[in-house]
């Protein structure tokens, strides 16, 4: 089943405790991309990679870290997490980052940072 | 599952009737549309697409309209069922740039 897989789910965690939200899709992907959804908000892209080796800043991506080595993998780091950090986080892919691709969302990964 | 969006524009039709959910995008040089739905607990699933391009594009039971004069989007479901109750996102891109995505807009559904 082509699909976009977060981990974990659910994290409960406190301020200045590293942690990574790992996001992978079986789908062969170039096109990789991360947002955190607030209420009010909608969603904000926060880092996207349009290959292995590529990634790019999105609208907000103050305290956040990712990486690309291979297609597959896009994990998401917080280095610091600080409580503002607190949100609903998204993984999603698409075949490329051109026109006419829409993405596939991963199930959404809730963050709490006390 | 849990709210996503709690200050959401809330449209609200019968069972039965067509709804039409309206976005107004920000970018004049953005050239690709897509329509996701969100259930609750569930990620953003992809609806539709239109490119710029395009005024109009239909799938099955949803039209898409695109004004590029007033930067205005809307998605039309005809026949609404309940199954459609979710959160409707509007989103735009430009080229290989960022994607933006809009507010969001609550549908539910009447019996």
């Known amino acids: 089943e082509a699909q976009v897989t977060q981990n974990p789910r659910y994290l409960i965690t406190v301020t200045g405790k590293k942690l990574t939200v790992t996001c992978s899709q079986n789908m062969n992907h170039e096109y990789m991309s991360w947002y955190r959804q607030d209420p009010g908000l909608g969603l904000r892209q926060i880092y996207y990679s349009m290959n292995v080796e590529v990634t790019d800043k999105g609208d907000v991506p103050e305290g956040y870290k990712v990486s690309r080595k291979e297609k597959r993998n896009f994990p998401l780091i917080l280095e610091s997490p600080s409580p503002n950090q607190t949100s609903l986080y998204f993984c999603?892919?698409?075949?490329?980052?051109?026109?006419?691709?829409?993405?596939?969302f991963g199930d959404g990964t809730r963050l709490s940072i006390l | 599952g849990e709210s996503v969006g709690l200050h959401l524009p809330t449209l609200s039709v019968q069972e039965g009737d067509n709804s039409i959910i309206n976005c107004a995008y920000s970018n004049s040089a953005s050239d690709y549309f897509i329509w996701y739905k969100q259930e609750s607990g569930k990620g953003p699933q992809f609806i539709i697409d239109?490119?710029?391009?395009?005024d109009k594009r239909q799938g099955q039971r949803v039209t898409v309209l695109l004004n590029k004069t007033v930067k205005h989007l809307s998605l039309q479901i005809a026949a609404t069922q309940p199954g459609d109750s979710a959160v409707y996102f509007c989103a735009e891109k430009t080229s290989y740039d960022k994607v933006i995505f809009g507010p969001g807009t609550s549908l539910s559904v009447i019996p």
């Open positions: 239109i490119r710029s391009n395009m």
């Open positions: 999603a892919s698409s075949l490329s980052g051109g026109l006419g691709q829409p993405q596939h």
